[in-house]
């Protein structure tokens, strides 16, 4: 008998409130979510406050799409300081270009010197000794009149913040979107534990084992190639932009070595590798100042000054990826909660959502330390926030559409939806595009599309453990089920680490574990979350199956999540991959 049979578990009710649920269709049921629930309640905090040392001191103008590098004379009460610019460009010789970096010659100026076209990301320097990079959006070439019909698309992401942590940390840039009509995506479901697979899901369609393969290529440039969505866009005369703001862990360039050539027309990698060693002030976990520049309003300035490049042309495509403020600590996405809502507001007043498609998003929630092991925790790291914008001007002309988006708000979605969304505006303004399924879920659908209440986390591409309808039922951690399969966990993990200078694993102590019956009583999934010595946390899921005839339990890993922070004790990982299994320094 299968020994699940036997027990009498009770259905985990803290997911379900009265009768109020975040997600009730035919396919997915999820229950409804407090962001001030009790258990996450100690976690919540006031963040230290972002303050930089001096101030931006230069700025760049356009005028008649001349670019000017200008010394603001008046608030350092000098009108004759001397500076002098230098260009930073790509070393495509390098074996990484976007990691290598060189300057031209500093070219010496006092209050004002005009920018050559080719020179898009520079660095001043001041006789004060300021020290400051920028990044210039020239005019892109010249190309048809804007199409009336077609509109710019701006994704702008926030890395690892939870729908719920977004109510919490970000009140104000909340409010305003619900206040503004943008369609709050209440069942987004992640696909995979970090921002690479989720990224890939949402910018190519792909599902993680083909991104993965991606990724760890042994050709030099994996990424090059790739059927990226702004390439789409490219193809159809938009101008593109992608930016990450923490360059050592920006999505391509953490997993593989980044692109050899700019993979969009604007690409500032350049500009945030040079801000990058200019003198960091560390808050929240990350440096969040480099020299006078407060990294997140930094870009806050790139994404308005994409908007500002793209006015009036034939579209444009632009991905701005945040890392800096919220990847390290739960509750610092609180300061910049004033300067997004101000963002918006500028960016409607100036008639910027009149014609652009907004996609305000992020990958997963927060996946590090204790708040992972609530129940609310849990829960909201698998689901991100997603809002999505769509001008009058579009709900107009596409009411069904934007109709059908409205009802998905209360959807099981997910990142491969997002990519067929992308695809289904281009659609939308141009015939002859044709929008192909999603490699990765080819069931996957356009959120302007009509989704089938009955679909479930499977026909979203989500799988069991990552899914937010999945009903797991908690086991006592010393049932024998649960012990078993603590003790596989850490056998396989160290059979991944096995040759390398990462330690071996020994069980300390089954932390929790939770099943739930995927076929007739003889198979289950099951997750189990476990603490090592030496001391790592790992959340393993798991297939669990029983073989009647030997009457003994089977188990085969599903993944491996690493639930402590692991940059700091895996620094002898053989590979990148490798790092979330390692602990590095403690005898074998
Ligand atoms: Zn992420």
């Known amino acids: 008998m299968w020994p699940f049979r036997a027990r009498t578990y009770t259905y985990p009710s803290e997911h379900i409130n009265g009768d109020t649920f975040l997600i009730k269709t035919a396919g997915c049921t999820i229950g409804r979510m407090d962001p001030f629930a009790n258990d996450i309640l100690p976690y919540l905090s006031e963040p230290e406050p972002i303050r930089c040392d001096g101030e931006v001191q230069t700025y760049v103008t356009k005028i008649h799409g001349h670019v000017y590098l200008n010394v603001n004379s008046t608030a350092i009460r000098n009108s004759s300081l001397l500076c002098c610019y230098a260009g930073i460009y790509r070393n495509l010789s390098a074996a990484i270009p976007d990691d290598n970096i060189f300057y031209s010659e500093c070219v010496p100026f006092v209050n004002r010197i005009p920018i050559e076209k080719n020179t898009s990301s520079l660095r001043v320097t001041c006789e004060n000794g300021y020290d400051n990079v920028h990044y210039v959006f020239h005019e892109p070439p010249p190309d048809a009149v804007k199409h009336a019909k077609r509109p710019n698309v701006l994704m702008i992401g926030i890395d690892a913040l939870s729908r719920l942590n ?253 990519h067929m969304t992308l695809k289904h505006i281009l659609a939308l303004h141009d015939p002859t595009y044709s929008m192909l399924p999603s490699p990765g879920c080819a069931d996957c659908k356009s959120l302007l599309e009509e989704i089938n209440p009955a679909r479930t986390c499977s026909d979203a591409g989500i799988p069991p453990y990552w899914c937010s309808c999945s009903k797991y039922i908690a086991m006592p951690t010393d049932d024998i089920v649960a012990t078993r399969a603590a003790v596989f966990c850490v056998d396989d993990i160290n059979r991944s680490v096995e040759g390398t200078n990462c330690s071996q694993y020994t069980l300390g102590r089954t932390l929790e574990a939770k099943y739930f019956e995927v076929a007739d009583s003889t198979i289950a999934n099951m997750f189990v979350r476990v603490l090592t010595v030496p001391p790592a946390k790992f959340e393993v899921n798991l297939r669990a199956g029983y073989d009647e005839r030997v009457g003994e339990l089977e188990f085969s890993t599903i993944s491996v999540d690493r639930l402590d922070r692991y940059e700091p004790v895996a620094w002898c990982s053989p590979t990148k991959d490798m790092r979330r299994y390692c602990h590095c320094g403690a005898v074998n």
């Not at 938009?238 to 923490?246: F, I, V």
């Not at 969009?264 to 350049?270: E, G, I, K, L, S």
């Not at 870009?299 to 793209?310: G, P, Q, V």
């Open 166 to 418: 977004f109510i919490r940390t970000m009140p104000k840039t909340v409010e305003f979107c619900q206040r503004n009509g943008w369609i709050d995506l209440k069942g987004y479901n992640k696909i995979l534990h970090n921002t690479y697979p989720n990224m890939m899901a949402a910018m190519t369609g792909k599902d993680p084992n083909a991104s993965m393969s991606i990724g760890n290529a042994k050709n030099t440039f994996p990424f090059e190639d790739i059927d990226f969505i702004w390439k789409h866009f490219k193809s159809r005369g938009y101008t593109t932009a992608y930016a990450e703001d923490w360059p050592l862990v920006s999505t391509f360039n953490f997993v593989g070595p980044g692109f050899l050539r700019p993979p969009t027309d604007y690409y500032p990698r350049a500009y945030f590798v040079a801000q990058s060693t200019l003198p960091e002030k560390v808050f929240c976990g990350l440096p969040q100042c480099y020299g006078p520049q407060h990294v997140g309003l930094g870009m806050i300035k790139l994404i308005e000054d994409f908007t500002s490049a793209i006015k009036n042309r034939a579209g444009g495509f632009g991905l701005f990826w945040s890392n800096s403020f919220s990847h390290s600590d739960l509750n610092c996405p609180k300061n910049l909660d004033k300067p997004y809502l101000r963002l918006f507001e500028r960016l409607k007043r100036n008639g910027v959502l009149r014609d652009t498609v907004v996609i305000f998003f992020s990958d997963h929630g927060f996946r590090f330390g204790e708040i992972v092991e609530t129940t609310t925790g849990w829960l909201e790291n698998r689901l991100p926030f997603l809002y999505i914008w769509l001008p009058s001007a579009f709900r107009t002309r596409h009411p069904k559409q934007y109709r059908n988006l409205v009802a998905n708000a209360r959807a099981l979605t997910s990142p491969y939806d997002l």
